[in-house]
């Protein structure tokens, strides 16, 4: 396609020349008829082909703008899964930090707001193509005036530059506050926003926060706007005094005769159209140098590389583990901070065995977890499975031997049936499945009562969607968990939403489906925490104390103090 679009346009751009040429040829046959010289059906020969070559000219800018719009269409489809299909593989960390964000959206904005360059490029080409042909023509009666054309125009061309360079070094260091832009324009008008605004009363506080920054913003692009403006219009009489320099010569000549009225037409039309083609580069320069300045931007979020790599030589997953995971004096520290999110954890979660993290908030139950299911490697000691570290594994494998369900749970809005298949995509299609685990999950009887049952849409942003309560999406999300035949089920806060009976009832439920099997369990409730077979109480990220229920009861230390701070509440 991009070949058909070069060939069509070097046809294109022969087509101004030959069409001025033409017309030379008509007028200076007209002249002689007027004489009485000329021969009527050459003349009528000559407005044939003019008429041919005019008809040509349109159907290929037709057929270029059809191609350009398609590669335009394909270009943006295709960057915008390379940007997917690369943030995929690239670690959960990094997508914490700011920095990260930045890039990836500036990488983002060249899917929409360059997918025009590659027909701008073949453009200028096409347009300096037939500049060629023009200047030939030109030359060929004086020299000179290519001379005067560049002179006046080359100025301009530098000019443009300049302030290319200057509005992109400002549109970069705009970019954190953009994104902030953006978050708040979506606070300010989201279905998922509304309740909390109307609520707190916030619409006039976001207001302000957004006016404030699209101000600063306005006021920032005036001032080069103006400055781009001032000196494009000093440029622009530049280039009018140089055309109408030459202009003026073109008349002389013919006046006194050393040219015909042919030639003058054929002259002046090929200054005039290079002229215009001069400005239409130029303003096209424009676009297509900002694209190719922001297209670094592009190639540049391409450069971030994940950090969890993947050995040469890959292990499978165990079929069956022995020896369970061990950590070796663990410790992770999040990107850009100086805190340990976890530090010196030892300790091995067994095959088979229920272990609890229990813990206030902040002090790194699910960043452990995190590490356990290698979202993250440890900044220091190293995490074995059977003896060998996790990092010597292949990491699909581990993962999808992994059943993971975090407080922070994505609601899809997305079919019932396509919510639970999430935890095993591979599996979509499979319905058997998809309804054992609403089963287990005790999800199946929310799929009964639903219009459309499974295939029902959940959350109201498309058409005949059903949003359900906080208990329904979470026994929704804990399925997606049982979708695969997991190894190890690490459920995050899975019940914080579910009343004390539903509570019961899953974690009953969770206790027959995971025998034989290994299991991690946050939860702030002791009741659900009580019937791990070992609990791990973590304090500013270190292990603190480690046993069952009982155990930590009669040591009176940490675990103790938090279990009857909140068995207090209940009597």
Do not use: C
Not at 526 to 551: C, Y
């Amino acid at each position: 396609m991009t070949v058909a679009n070069a060939f069509l346009r070097l046809l294109r751009s022969a087509l101004p020349l030959a069409i001025l040429y033409i017309g030379k040829l008509i007028i200076d046959q007209v002249v002689l008829l007027n004489r009485s010289q000329g021969d009527h059906h050459h003349l009528w020969v000559l407005v044939a082909i003019e008429f041919g070559l005019a008809i040509a000219a349109d159907s290929l800018s037709r057929a270029i703008i059809l191609l350009d719009s398609l590669l335009g269409d394909l270009f943006s489809n295709h960057t915008s899964v390379k940007i997917m299909e690369h943030a995929a593989i690239l670690d959960l960390d990094q997508f914490e930090d700011a920095v990260f964000y930045d890039k990836l959206e500036r990488a983002r904005q060249q899917t929409i707001g360059r997918t025009i360059l590659l027909s701008q490029v073949l453009s200028q080409v096409q347009d300096l193509i037939t500049m060629g042909f023009l200047a030939a023509g030109l030359m060929a009666f004086n020299p000179w005036l290519i001379l005067l054309l560049l002179v006046a125009i080359i100025p301009a061309f530098l000019g443009e530059s300049y302030f290319n360079d200057q509005t992109y070094a400002l549109t970069r260091g705009q970019t954190p506050e953009r994104r902030e832009l953006d978050y708040v324009r979506y606070l300010g008008a989201s279905d998922e926003t509304a309740k909390e605004v109307k609520i707190f009363d916030l619409s006039g506080f976001i207001i302000d926060r957004f006016k404030q920054l699209s101000n600063q913003f306005y006021a920032d692009n005036k001032r080069i706007v103006i400055k781009r403006a001032s000196w494009g219009s000093f440029f622009a009489l530049l280039g009018s005094s140089g055309y109408y320099a030459a202009y003026v010569y073109i008349i002389i000549q013919t006046v006194n005769g050393s040219i015909s009225l042919g030639q003058l037409t054929f002259l002046a039309g090929s200054f005039r159209q290079l002229r215009a083609l001069l400005e239409g580069i130029l303003t096209r320069f424009t676009t297509v140098s900002q694209g190719a300045v922001y297209l670094r931007d592009f190639f540049e979020f391409f450069e971030i590389q994940p950090k969890i790599k993947v050995t040469g030589k890959p292990k499978p997953f165990p079929k069956v583990v022995l020896q369970g995971f061990k950590f070796e004096d663990v410790g992770f520290k999040y990107l850009h901070s100086e805190r340990w999110a976890n530090r010196h954890l030892n300790f091995t979660l067994h095959p088979g065995e229920k272990l609890a993290l229990v813990g206030e908030n902040g002090t790194g139950k699910t960043t452990l977890v995190k590490l356990l299911a290698r979202l993250y490697d440890p900044t220091e000691g190293r995490i074995l499975l059977d003896g060998t570290d996790l990092k010597e594994y292949d990491l699909n494998d581990l993962r999808m031997n992994i059943g993971i369900i975090f407080q922070d749970y994505l609601r899809y809005q997305m079919t019932f049936a396509q919510n639970i298949a999430v935890g095993n995509i591979q599996q979509k299609e499979n319905r058997e499945l998809i309804e054992i685990a609403a089963k287990q999950s005790l999800a199946d009887g929310l799929a009964k009562k639903l219009p459309g049952q499974y295939d029902q849409m959940l959350g109201k942003r498309f058409y005949e969607g059903v949003e359900l309560s906080g208990g329904e999406w979470q026994k929704v999300a804990i399925a997606r968990a049982y979708m695969r035949d997991a190894q190890l089920l690490i459920l995050d806060e899975p019940t914080s939403a579910l009343d004390a009976r539903a509570e019961y009832e899953v974690f009953q439920r969770f206790a027959e489906l995971t025998k034989g099997k290994s299991a991690v369990l946050i939860s702030h409730r002791f009741s659900t925490v009580r019937m791990a077979d070992r609990i791990l109480v973590l304090e500013k990220g270190e292990l603190v104390e480690i046993g069952s229920h009982e155990e930590l009861l009669l040591k009176g230390g940490r675990y103790a103090e938090l279990f009857n701070l909140q068995a207090m509440g209940y009597r």
